[in-house]
């Protein structure tokens, strides 16, 4: 079954996808080493956000993108993160830290949201809800609920890659935010919340019995705990247990105004006291709720959570945590009534040592054969959309033909995207567009893409290749693109660049000669998703059938601050 997976995966990501399936086959089996190694691999420090201030303290967030429902799991000396990935592919990505501060990008769980068919096409906003990430018995589990289908698990014995096929453990319609605990007498249980807008109920959770071996449930479940008297919105569950008590950590309210609950019992199925730990308190961090509770090897607890900023989705923030007569307190808390609010700086967590500064990786130069682990499909892709090109330094991608409903680009699964990685930044590629010459009306441009959306790109016409600029307001809505035409290109390179300013203002530009830029259009305020931040990335379509698609060359893509000079940006 696992061979079978490995074969699969390497196959769907033969055209350049870095996947954890296929990145793990030459890495070392300890995980450690593992997550070191591609740490080593992965040097490049990002210039337009980085939490560790140099001088032993933080700044929140610890990541500024859109890393929604953290979860993270320690193991030794090494943390793993994983967070919600909804329809984006790959899917359940694999964050490291070796002091809960810097984070680089390691891998994914998930090289295809099953089932397969269903997730070829955009399915906005459903797939991976609400991520657990547990170490048990030298693997490592992650439970996710797919609203639609059920709560799936998948494992490995390396967090890098690769991961076996997904089980799914419990099947039904609005079962989400599962988290797994195996207790000391080795029973197992999964506790989960619930979906209204598929299930008709929400604002409860449930436990189920479950099999030793995490693969299926046990029983129908029993209700644990009923927020709708006091915490409308509960979900989010993640289990645990210390000194002797049963802890559910569960968020409730509301993505953008809620607080984090936590509750606890002697009793497994309880019943449960209830307590408010964190909220938002005298703080700008509004909504400070779900994530993951850990504990480091010299003895501080600290507490992952979010924090959604529209546009810029749903920050990662990490919090100090002290236990006060058996009850967390998150944050900081300066009246005493054992609540905290978030801190917006602190003194880094002491792990004994001290690392160097790391950040996910934002630009790509596309020199290897594959592409950066930034990089998301907005659907399970196809084997003939991009090709990494090392060799070149370049990555092609093939225009792929319009869905047959096609309205706008809501509707298109071929964008190659990745999220916001700060509040300002400039995002700058350079590519070259080679249509096939029997064709009309192939695009290849530069996108940020939300529920609104805009783009700068090229499109082959009578005559050769134009410039456009497009806009669309509520494109979830079906609405239809406006066009500006901006004028024919002198041959077929072009750099394209988009400037993300305060409060996810949006200029974009292009240059035929990599030093002078012209503005397009008036200025356009980025949107979120479906339940996701903005994202900002490349495309590439045509209208027609074709037995010979047309391709543009990326030749890089770079996140640099607004600051740089444009003349410096090749």
């Not at 029993?222 to 569960?250: L, S």
């Not at 529209?310 to 920050?315: D, L």
């Not at 399970?380 to 370049?394: E, H, I, L, R």
């Amino acid at each position: 079954m696992i061979q079978r997976h490995l074969f699969l995966s390497c196959a769907t990501v033969s055209f350049s996808l870095l996947l954890s399936a296929c990145s793990g086959l030459n890495q070392s089996k300890d995980t450690a080493s593992t997550a070191e190694t591609l740490q080593q691999t992965n040097p490049t420090i990002s210039e337009v956000w980085v939490a560790d201030q140099g001088n032993g303290t933080y700044k929140n967030p610890i990541l500024f993108a859109d890393y929604s429902d953290p979860d993270v799991v320690q193991v030794g000396e090494d943390y793993y993160m994983t967070s919600s990935s909804f329809n984006a592919i790959p899917g359940l990505q694999i964050l490291h830290s070796k002091d809960l501060v810097n984070w680089t990008l390691i891998g994914y769980a998930l090289d295809r949201n099953q089932p397969y068919d269903h997730f070829a096409k955009p399915q906005h906003g459903n797939g991976v809800w609400a991520p657990s990430i547990r170490h048990h018995n030298g693997e490592f589990y992650i439970y996710w609920g797919d609203p639609d289908f059920g709560i799936y698990m998948v494992k490995t014995k390396n967090p890098a890659g690769p991961w076996e096929q997904p089980v799914l453990v419990k099947e039904g319609k609005g079962l989400i935010d599962s988290c797994p605990f195996w207790d000391e007498d080795g029973n197992a249980y999964l506790v989960h919340g619930w979906a209204g807008s598929r299930a008709g109920i929400k604002s409860i959770l449930t436990l189920n019995k479950m099999s030793p071996d995490g693969t299926k449930v046990l029983d129908e479940g029993v209700m644990v705990f009923d927020g709708h008297d006091n915490h409308p919105t509960v979900e989010g569950p993640k289990f645990h247990k210390r000194n002797g008590y049963y802890y559910i950590f569960a968020p409730a309210g509301g993505v953008a105004t809620g607080w984090q609950l936590v509750l606890r019992s002697k009793n497994v199925y309880g019943p449960y006291e209830e307590k408010i730990v964190m909220d938002q308190g005298n703080t700008p961090v509004n909504g400070p709720h779900q994530g993951a509770w850990v504990e480091t090897t010299t003895g501080e607890d600290w507490f992952i959570h979010f924090q959604d900023i529209e546009a810029y989705g749903r920050v990662v923030h990490l919090n100090p945590m002290k236990w006060v007569n058996d009850w967390p307190v998150i944050g900081e808390a300066k009246d005493g009534d054992g609540k905290g609010q978030p801190v917006l700086t602190y003194q880094k967590p002491n792990v004994g040592k001290t690392y160097p500064v790391a950040t996910p990786k934002e630009s790509d130069e596309f020199d290897g054969n594959g592409l950066g682990l930034q990089w998301q499909w907005h659907a399970n892709p196809k084997s003939t959309w991009a090709f990494a090109t090392g060799t070149k330094g370049q990555l092609r991608l093939f225009t792929e033909q319009l869905p047959q409903d096609y309205k706008n680009l809501w509707d298109v699964p071929n964008l190659l995207l990745q999220k916001f990685p700060a509040e300002t930044f400039t995002a700058t590629t350079k590519l070259k567009f080679t249509p096939n010459p029997k064709l009309q009306n192939e695009r290849a441009g530069l996108v940020v893409m939300g529920e609104d959306y805009a783009y700068v790109s090229l499109i082959s016409k009578p005559g050769g290749l134009y410039l456009t600029y497009n806009t669309v307001a509520r494109a979830d809505k079906g609405t239809p693109e406006k066009e500006e035409v901006l004028g024919k290109l002198n041959g077929n390179e072009v750099y394209f660049q988009v400037k993300v300013g305060k409060d996810a203002k949006c200029q974009f530009s292009y240059s035929e000669d990599g030093t002078n830029f012209k503005p397009v259009g008036s200025t356009f305020t980025a949107v979120p998703g479906r339940w996701i931040g903005a994202k900002v990335g490349l495309f590439a379509t045509r209208p027609d059938k074709t037995n010979d698609a047309g391709f543009a060359d990326v030749d890089w893509f770079r996140i640099s601050p607004n600051t740089t000079k444009l003349s410096a940006i090749e």
